[in-house]
Structures are given as structure tokens and as C-alpha cells.
């Protein structure tokens, strides 16, 4: 019985195997073993571009250059018109959602709750403005 041994770690094996019963390895059939592994070729890191410093007034968050966002105008927005802050902000459900709520309570109290909703409006988007830029990283 011709019997070959492992190359990994040397333990007689049965001709017809084609796997290692001490280590797993695979074996190699029909010739010469290799006892060396190849040398390994050394792994060059792919050059990455320097990155790019953000612009005074943005900030980098999660990949993306965010802008700061005003408050005060985003207040002035709601000011203005019910639910334009929030849409400032990118908040449209938020935006229409105020502007639904204006039309039904205004209809529903005969304009006389039109100033609450303007107030809530206006300082919700105030407030929405400083929590989107504080979760964007900006300081306060």
C-alpha cells in the first residue's frame, strides 16, 4: 500500500483520501508534495486621495457636508407662512402636517386658534433648527 503523508503536518494518509484525518488539510494526489509553502508576496494598500477639509459653515456627517441650518430664519419662515420653517429644514410631513392642522382648526374656531398654531409653528421650527444642527455636529 503506497502511503503519503501530509505536508502540513506529516501524518501518514491513506492513498485515496483527499483530505488530512489529523489536520484537515487537502492532500495532493498524484505527484510530489510541496514541503514549503510559497513565499508570500507583500500586500500593498490601494493610495487613497487626501480628504478634502469642509467648508467654513459645514461640517462632514456621515460622508455627506451638511449645512448648517438658521434658526432664526426658520422661524421667520414659520412666521410667515404655517409650516415653511419646517419645509426649511427638509421636515415636509412636518410642514404639512401644520399647514393641515392651521386650515382645520382655523375652520373649526372661526380664525380665533390661527395665532396658537402660528406660534407653535413658528417656535417648533426655531427649535427643529437647533436640533438639526446639533445632531449634524455643529456646536451650539
Not at 502511503?3 to 498524484?30: H, I, M, Q, W
Not at 462632514?60 to 419645509?87: D, N, Q, S, T
Not at 407653535?120 to 449634524?136: E, G, H, L, P, Q
Request: charge should be positive.
Amino acid at each position: 500500500m503506497d502511503e503519503t503523508k501530509c505536508a502540513k503536518c506529516g501524518s501518514p494518509a491513506l492513498p485515496d483520501a483527499r483530505f488530512c484525518e489529523s489536520c484537515g488539510a487537502p492532500l495532493v494526489t498524484g505527484g510530489v508534495q510541496p514541503t514549503q509553502k510559497p513565499p508570500a508576496q507583500a500586500v500593498v494598500p490601494p493610495t487613497q486621495p487626501q480628504a478634502q477639509q469642509p467648508a467654513p459653515g459645514q461640517v462632514e456627517a456621515h460622508y455627506l457636508h451638511v449645512e448648517r441650518k438658521k434658526p432664526w430664519l426658520a422661524a421667520l419662515l414659520g412666521i410667515l407662512i404655517v409650516g415653511f420653517g419646517h419645509f426649511y429644514l427638509g421636515m415636509w410631513l412636518k410642514g404639512i402636517g401644520l399647514i393641515v392642522l392651521a386650515i382645520i382648526v382655523s375652520l373649526l374656531t372661526a380664525f380665533l386658534g390661527a395665532p396658537i398654531i402660528w406660534i407653535i409653528s413658528c417656535v417648533w421650527a426655531y427649535f427643529d433648527a437647533k436640533n438639526y444642527n446639533r445632531k449634524a455636529g455643529y456646536p451650539e
